[in-house]
């Protein structure tokens, strides 16, 4: 696969677990770029918008009163090879139970309910989610110096 981007989001926890430096780092250090990222705390309608897929699931609404607590969400856009995909093995299984040990979620979280991190699941998801929290102008466009040395 080419250079993609991939819709990231910290949800709450992340941040007020304080671990929004290692989960970023995860991204950085294995060489994709930051295009985009900022701090918010979403609205219902773009937590409902985000996870509309999921509305008919019993634990939605609940999901959604999580992302809208009042303790911000970082929101983020990775670019670089394969990153939708390399992205979801970062971030690891739904269910940290289940989530490999190496990944975001094996290594940090314990419960699918506050499992701490979101990645896009398809370049589909990724253009939506990327489109619903960011607006163009926010989309940096530039080469990181190592770019070279990473995409090959
Ligand atoms: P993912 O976040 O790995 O893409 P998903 O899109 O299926 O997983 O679900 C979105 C979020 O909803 C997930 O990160 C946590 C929550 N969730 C999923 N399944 C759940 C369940 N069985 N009970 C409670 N929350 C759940
Ligand atoms: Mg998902």
Redesign the pocket.
């Known amino acids: 696969t080419a250079s993609e981007r991939s819709f990231v989001m910290i ?1 709450p926890d992340g941040v007020s677990r304080q671990l929004v430096g290692k989960i970023v780092s995860r991204f950085e250090e294995r060489g994709y770029k930051l295009v985009a990222i900022k701090s918010l705390t979403p609205s219902p309608a773009l937590a409902k918008e985000h ?1 509309s ?2 509305s008919a ?4 609404n ?2 959604v009163k999580y992302i809208t607590s009042g303790t911000p969400v970082v929101a983020m856009v990775w670019e670089g090879k394969d990153v939708i995909k390399q992205g ?1 093995r970062i ?1 690891g ?3 940290p139970q289940e989530a490999d040990p190496g990944s975001v ?1 094996g290594q940090y979280a314990v ?3 506050r ?1 701490l ?5 398809a370049f589909e998801s990724a253009t939506k989610e990327i489109g619903l929290w960011f607006d163009e102008a926010e989309l940096s466009d530039y080469e990181p110096i190592a770019w070279p040395w990473v995409m090959a």
């Open positions: 949800k996870y897929d999921l699931r019993p634990f939605y609940g999901l979801r971030v299984a739904t269910n979620r419960s699918v309910g499992n991190i979101h990645a896009s699941d």
